[in-house]
């Protein structure tokens, strides 16, 4: 049986994020000082993703990162759905992305699912096959320690409260935003500049987020088109997250050395 480190799937997500939630422009992450006061307006600062996904038993959440630009025909689309029990040690990952480069070009897909249950993690798709690799005990605390020192959270600038919502079962303050220095440094316009977020008022976690960043060098030049949200749903409901039967068999199978 192959045993290595194994990237945990949870650092996989974060630097995925990471990657997709850094744009290019001037505007701090989280601006706590520019928040318009509304009364009582509650606090917007979010925990990291990485404590607010530890806090939960079980979630399901899907993050989309879409891109168009700067030709109409060039975009790209990553869609990852992940299901976590944190009770059980247990997630699944899906990750698929398609993109395009040039006109007239067949997209290029993959697709990849990732299980993870306790030391073990079996990673592929049914037409390239599965993979599986264990990780011993001190391999698993190191992967444990590795994926807490990374605490991303998402790009808010200027939060506005706008109210408290019930979203997806649950009890979330709901703010607007707008990244700061959009256009500043490429003297860009800003055609769409527009960000939502929901978070739990018990956990301050980020339930839902939205952000959708248009830009071009003038109104009838190619546009940059941009879109990423984040939704959480199925909190601390059951979830049971097993290893499917080609995942049993791939780790039946010695590698060659």
Known sequence: MK?????PVSLLVMLTL????????????????????KGNSPDPIPVSLNEGLASLNSYQMTVIFNSIGPNPAQSS???????RSNDT????????????KTVGEDPANSDTTIYQIG???????????????SSTPAEA???????NMIG??????????VAAETLNGIPTNHFTFKVSGLGASSGSVVNINQGDYWLAIDGKYIVKYNLVVETSMSADSEILHEEISIEMNQINQPVNIIFPQSCLDASLVTPTP
């Open 3 to 7: 045993s290595r480190m194994i990237i």
């Open 18 to 37: 990471a990657c997709s939630l850094t744009p290019a422009i001037s505007g701090t992450p989280t601006d706590q000082g520019s928040i318009v006061d």
């Open 77 to 83: 689309t990553t869609n990852i759905q992940r299901q």
């Open 89 to 100: 040690n247990a997630s699944s990952t899906s990750i698929k992305t398609t993109s395009i």
């Open 119 to 133: 030391n073990d993690q079996c990673s592929g798709n049914p037409t390239d096959g599965w993979s599986w690799t």
């Open 141 to 147: 605390e190191m992967q444990g320690l590795i994926t």
């Open 152 to 161: 991303l959270t998402p790009l808010i600038d200027h939060p506005v409260f």
